[in-house]
């Protein structure tokens, strides 16, 4: 898995669909948005169904607004923040240290599967990789333990290495 995501990411941006089966609803909840990956800056911008943007900048600062009200960063903010970060930096051990992982390598791309060793809210991820773009990731699938599934697919993927 090292060796997939080993080169670290100098610039990335994609626009992103994240839909979220939630059980409790008996449906689908579906954000659109905008991420933006440098070394020294991460922004998730949430257009889609409300405008809530989530900034990390290069002093580690993390602010989150929505609809241009800053609110406070809570831990969902931080992990998210936490994870695209390991993922860009190709810091792949920070994130499977709690993780079981396996690979899958079928003919375009990658899948690293991943399941939580210990109690947690995510079950297992799923994240596929492009073999035709540097290995770019192009979809995450979370499962989380109370059954609810969260697919985030990218798109117009511009990526740097």
Do not use: W
């Not at 690979?103 to 079950?123: C, G, N, Y």
């Not at 499962?143 to 990218?154: H, R, W």
């Amino acid at each position: 898995i090292s060796k997939i995501m080993s080169n670290e990411v100098k610039c990335f941006q994609c626009n992103c669909v994240e839909d979220k089966m939630m059980l409790s609803l008996n449906g689908s909840f579906v954000s659109e948005g905008i991420i933006k990956y440098t070394p020294t800056e991460i922004i998730v911008e949430y257009t889609k169904p409300e405008r809530i943007i989530i900034k990390k900048d290069a002093n580690n600062n993390i602010t989150v607004s929505n609809n241009n009200v800053i609110i406070k960063a809570n831990a969902f903010h931080k992990q998210t923040i936490t994870f695209i970060e390991n993922i860009f930096k190709g810091s792949i051990d920070n994130i499977t240290k709690n993780y079981s992982v396996t690979t899958i390598d079928d003919s375009t791309q990658f899948i690293v599967e991943m399941s939580a060793k210990k109690k947690s809210r995510i079950r297992s991820m799923e994240l596929y990789l492009d073999k035709s773009d540097n290995n770019a990731i192009n979809k995450i699938i979370i499962k989380e333990t109370k059954g609810n599934v969260i697919t985030i697919t990218f798109s117009e993927r511009n990526v740097k290495m």
